[in-house]
T-cell receptor, first 115, second 116 residues
């Protein structure tokens, strides 16, 4: 059963416009959410995160929004640039209260920025 | 510096071989992780080490044996693997996993493993 869902396998956006990537989760124990960018044959690169006590976090061109009641988060990239073309993974973790937790990843969205 | 290094980058091994994957970080992180990623799939958690102790084993077959010699190093020993174990093996580290503390995980470039 998929606990983190990214329902759009791909998304095409024109350069300079806003890219919006969506993610839904089902596990109520998740309290920390992250977005990663990945190129083929490379490890995921951390982009931005958000704790469940917040509803928005911003870092430069990247903003993550969290709607806890809907169990939904989104990543906004504005303006979109050609170098943003990559696969974007949404990930979540739960607090075990004393140790580290692994991340549960969505299946990813392939973002294509068109010139 | 948010660098996690992994060696080797590529590894081809037979089903009877014994090999090891290595991971290193010098960020002072006390949690380290192994993930497995098959083509066109998301990374899947295998093991978690917290303060050099194994804290999570996601029901991984015993032909994969993790080891954490110290807080900077993480190994994954491989023995009698199957062709379906061919994948990208990713190592990650994080400061800690404690509640209320930032829990970003930083990934290495991965080892591309092919089992023949």
């Amino acid at each position: 059963d998929q606990q983190v869902k990214q329902n759009s396998p791909s998304l095409s956006v024109q350069e300079g416009r806003i890219s919006i990537l969506n993610c839904d989760y089902t596990n109520s124990m998740f309290d920390y959410f992250l977005w990663y960018k990945k190129y083929p044959a490379e490890g995921p690169t951390f982009l931005i995160s958000i704790s469940s006590i917040k509803d928005k976090n911003e870092d430069g061109r990247f903003t993550v929004f969290l709607n806890k009641s809907a169990k939904h988060l989104s990543l906004h990239i504005v303006p979109s640039q050609p170098g943003d073309s990559a696969v974007y993974f949404c990930a979540a973790s739960g607090s075990s209260g004393g140790g580290a937790d692994g991340l549960t990843f969505g299946k990813g969205t392939h973002l294509i920025i068109q010139p | 510096d948010t660098e996690v290094t992994q060696t080797p980058k590529h590894l081809v091994m037979g089903m009877t071989n014994k090999k090891s994957l290595k991971c290193e970080q010098h960020m002072g992180h006390r949690a380290m992780y192994w993930y497995k990623q098959k083509a066109k799939k998301p990374p899947e958690l295998m093991f978690v080490y917290s303060y050099e102790k194994l804290s999570i084993n996601e029901s991984v077959p015993s032909r994969f044996s993790p080891e954490c010699p110290n807080s900077s190093l993480l190994n994954l020993h491989l023995h009698a693997l199957q062709p379906e174990d061919s994948a990208l093996y990713l190592c990650a580290s994080s400061l800690t996993g404690l509640a209320g503390v930032v829990r970003e995980q930083y990934f290495g470039p991965g080892t591309r493993l092919t089992v023949t």
